[in-house]
């Protein structure tokens, strides 16, 4: 018999520039682009860490005019993007930098993309709805865990509704992603370890599920790799330079995995988890991924035993279901590890909200892709369990 490898896609429209110090590139990528006047999106948090103003700084030594816009919260609401386009079209933006966290590189995408179509960003809630491409936007993260700089998602939320919504699009990616590895140094030890379990939980969920392909698996095996070798000592010594290095281009290789590839029911929790409860993405992924992959074990043991490997398991000698079972205990004590022992309990989550939960992450669509098709009873267990 003949193997052949499976049909499969894969894109990515984003330049990447990696290096200790690169944001000194930024002037020159900006007028590559053809920036003249450009949008500058952070949150509170980088704003008082004063990486606003040093992004800021760069652009105005080289003689580009800034506009900062940092009305950013966390799990934004669409309306900080309505307030952002309408800043950045009343100052004649033509590019936007973002600086931050997802949620500043979730806005900073989106205003770009508003800049140049109709409506309001609430239109294109959906897969493939953008029309036209925005104005160019230079991502830079501040964390090492979302991976907004690579991917074609913008979360959004609407606070009154108390919903999430995705806007996905090829057009929705930033068109370089800057990764400066010395502005995560001020990113405090809990935010490490959360952001990070985020990352590993991309890479993870991407290198299981059912729509893995071979780039999107070498990405996500190099990303754990990483992950296996510096969180712990991220999260131990923050001013670490090569695990913030790791950490950085091990969430950056995790979106260029699940870009292509969708994620699986962790993720499916996380949207109803944190639009209901305010749980933090990070967070709420690191309490759901040790109990989602016991459940998903059978549907792929093959790669299990292969993350148990590269978390250094001791696995000669054990049986394929024994290696694979090595994986959840190896991720389980790496939570331990960076100190995270949250239950959706301390969030006001009680049994009373189990159903609901459970019926909103069924619609997500990244159960379809999930190694192992759960029933409502599924999720409702998996849920519980973590209570």
């Not at 609401?77 to 966290?101: F, N, P, Y």
């Not at 930033?174 to 001020?186: C, F, G, I, K, M």
């Amino acid at each position: 018999m003949i193997h052949t490898i499976p049909s499969f896609s894969y894109h990515i429209p984003t330049a990447i520039e990696f290096g200790w110090g690169s944001l000194t590139r930024l002037a020159g990528l900006v007028k590559g682009l053809n920036g003249t006047r450009a949008l500058v999106v952070g949150d509170p948090g980088v704003l008082k860490a004063g990486l606003v103003e040093r992004v800021a700084g760069e652009l105005a030594a080289a003689g580009i005019p800034v506009v900062t816009f940092t009305d950013v919260e966390s799990d934004p609401d669409a309306r900080s993007v309505d307030s952002g386009v309408q800043l950045a079209k009343s100052k004649e933006c033509d590019i936007v930098v973002g600086v931050g966290g997802g949620s500043a590189l979730d806005v900073a995408k989106v205003i770009g993309l508003m800049l140049t179509n109709p409506g309001n960003i609430r239109d294109y809630a959906g897969v493939d709805k953008v029309e036209r491409p925005g104005v160019p936007v230079i991502a830079i993260p501040t964390t090492s865990g979302t991976g907004s700089e690579m991917t074609i998602w913008s979360v959004l939320s609407d606070k009154e509704k108390k919903t999430k919504f995705g806007v996905g699009s090829v057009l929705n990616c930033a068109r370089v992603a800057l990764l400066d590895p010395e502005l995560t140094l001020s990113l405090p030890p809990t935010i490490t370890a959360a952001t990070g379990m985020d990352a590993l939980t991309h890479a993870l969920e991407s290198y299981v599920n059912k729509a893995t392909q071979p780039i999107s698996e070498a990405m996500s095996e190099q990303s754990m790799t990483l992950i296996a070798r510096s969180l712990r000592v991220a999260v131990a010594q923050p001013d670490n330079a090569h695990a913030r290095a790791d950490m950085l281009l091990a969430s950056t290789l995790a979106a260029m995995a699940f870009n292509s590839t969708r994620l699986g029911l962790v993720h499916a929790f996380a949207m109803p988890l944190g639009s209901r409860f305010h749980i933090p993405h990070g967070l709420v992924n690191a309490i759901m991924l040790p109990v989602v992959m016991r459940y998903n074990l059978p549907g792929n043991l093959g790669k299990f035993a292969r993350i148990a490997e590269i978390f250094g398991e001791p696995v000669a000698g054990l049986s394929l279901r024994d290696a694979a079972e090595r994986s959840v205990a190896a991720v389980e004590s790496l939570k331990a590890d960076v100190g995270i022992t949250a239950k959706l309990g301390q969030f006001g989550m009680t049994e009373a909200d189990l159903d609901g939960v459970a019926d909103e992450a069924l619609l997500s669509g990244n159960v379809p892709v999930n190694p192992r098709q759960p029933t409502r009873e599924d999720m409702k267990s998996l849920l519980r369990a973590e209570l």
